[in-house]
């Protein structure tokens, strides 16, 4: 293949390699054959008069397969995808001995050749060794399996019309198995290992009142205010107003949260007392877990405020105020996304998504995630610290910067919770270079792009690389969800 179509690759290396191995190879193939044999002999056991069915030699020969070209595939996905030409002209031995009515069939299997061009598919690429979680190998066409068969000494494949019967049959099971789009998926890495947590849900909350809270200044009352967020998080706290000298302030303020895990994520409330001067004092806390909520139920909850979650410390017992909240867990729809993958001819695998949505979901709020992946090729003219800015709605987000490179990779992933679908919104990514150390400018812009949402919002996804504006030859890679409560 690699002679007729230059996108092969030759493998001498790797046939050499085979060949070298091949003799442990064959041994550590067999050993695993003998293991799984059992299992599969024993369906018959019973059946036509079987009594039993064991190898008396099994061995691959001494011819090992050879590969003749491989074949790489471009993907915006975190996949690896291979196509290779494998061809085997064996001289196997393998014999397998037939057990009926107290008869010893012996069943000889001679001149094996395949023929076939299986597509691999390393997916998901991980950060963790060997770096891949899946493999996952389909046939893109029917393969060629020719073999010999000997019963009792004697050509069975000699009998007419067997041979084409045996050969067609074979070849329609295993397309019917593995051929395109069928799989077979070989897991490597434990999916608990691998997983990456993506957003299942949205957690609308009302901070409603407080009452009776302490009074933590000497002159006047306290100046509440309350901290929301999810327990062990590191993102930024949502707030509230201030309410100045009232130690039972009425704030029904709404707040949105996007939620990962409904069974182990708990809703952390803390209430402070604002000072102008010096630290903020806590005048107390509560955890409300998800667990107990009901997906799309509003419940309220009138909660004793405490000092910390230690329900040992004495101090808890001290009476430090109420706080009632409204609390409501929208999850998502389920993933009607479908993900389809092709190829054209130079190589490359696009990689598209098709959702149907009815116009009850075109009405409904959900969540934007932005994935910024990494560029290639971003160039300025004074510095090369590139990092991304997210625009949209007149919200602004930020990568981390990475330093003297063209080719960044940020992985970074961005958040909008929205009432209604971006239907006819535009999203503004914009590349920049950050000065480090001295430079006659601070800031520099190295290409920009516009994404129309409509097709995010039809979709559900979108997984592109963008050329950016203004830039000679710099690209973006971009990946962009919607989902909808």
């Given amino acids: ?154 050509d069975l494949m000699s009998i007419p019309g067997l041979y084409r019967f045996i050969q067609e049959t074979i070849k329609r099971q295993i397309a019917r198995l593995y051929l395109w789009p069928q799989t077979l998926e070989i897991p490597i890495l434990d999916a608990s290992t691998v997983a990456v947590v993506k957003p299942v849900g949205i957690l609308h909350v009302k901070v409603v009142r407080a009452l009776k809270l302490l009074n933590m200044d000497f002159l006047g009352t306290s100046d509440p205010y309350v901290k929301l967020s999810f327990s062990g998080e590191r993102l930024s706290a949502k707030r509230t107003t201030v309410k100045m000298n009232n130690l039972n302030p009425e704030w029904n303020e709404k707040f949105k949260l996007i939620v990962k895990d409904p069974q182990s994520q708990a809703l952390e409330l803390q209430v402070y007392d604002w000072d102008k001067v010096g630290r903020h004092d806590r005048l107390g806390m509560q955890l409300v877990p998800l667990k107990l909520l009901t997906p799309n139920e509003t419940k309220e909850f009138t909660l004793d405020l405490v ?5 040992n410390d004495p101090q808890n017992k001290k009476r430090r105020g109420k706080i009632v909240v409204e609390m409501t867990f929208v999850p998502f729809k389920p993933d009607s996304i479908k993900f389809n993958e092709s ?93 480090t150390g001295l430079s006659l400018r601070s800031k ?22 963008y050329h950016l504006i203004d830039s000679k030859n710099g690209k973006i890679h971009i990946e962009i969800s919607w989902n909808v409560t």
């Fill in 343 to 435: 190829w054209d001819g130079n190589g490359k695998m696009e990689s598209r998504t098709s959702r149907s949505l009815d116009d009850e979901a075109l009405g409904k709020a959900g969540l934007l995630s932005v994935m910024i992946l990494g560029a290639e090729d971003v160039e300025g003219e004074h510095h090369n610290n590139p990092y991304a800015l997210i625009r949209y709605r007149g919200e602004t987000k930020k990568t981390k910067i990475m330093r003297r490179t063209r080719d960044p990779v940020w992985n970074e992933e961005f958040q909008f919770m929205l009432d209604e679908p971006p239907l006819h919104d535009k999203i503004s990514v914009e590349v920049m270079s950050s000065r």
């Fill in 1 to 154: 293949m690699w002679v007729k179509n230059p996108d092969y690759d030759r493998l001498d290396w790797l046939n050499k390699f085979i060949l070298q191995m091949w003799p442990y190879l064959d041994t550590a193939i067999c050993c695993r054959i003998r293991n799984m044999a059992p299992s599969i002999f024993a369906e018959y056991i019973g059946k036509f008069n079987i009594e039993a069915i064991e190898f008396e030699n099994l061995s691959l020969g001494t011819l090992p397969p050879k590969i003749y070209g491989l074949k790489f595939y471009k993907t915006n996905e975190k996949q690896l995808v291979m196509e290779p030409i494998f061809k085997w002209a064996g001289n196997p031995n393998i014999v397998l001995v037939v057990k009926l009515l107290s008869l010893r069939i012996k069943v000889q299997l001679v001149d094996l050749q395949i023929f076939a061009s299986p597509r691999i598919n390393l997916k998901p690429l991980v950060p963790s060794f060997p770096c891949f979680a899946n493999i996952a190998v389909c046939l893109m066409e029917k393969p060629h399996v020719d073999f010999g068969m000997k019963v009792l000494g004697g």
């Fill in 444 to 465: 520099e812009s190295l290409g920009y792009i516009e994404i129309n949402l409509t097709d995010v919002v039809h979709n559900g996804r979108i997984n592109e690389i």
């Fill in 307 to 311: 000092k910390n979650t230690n329900m």
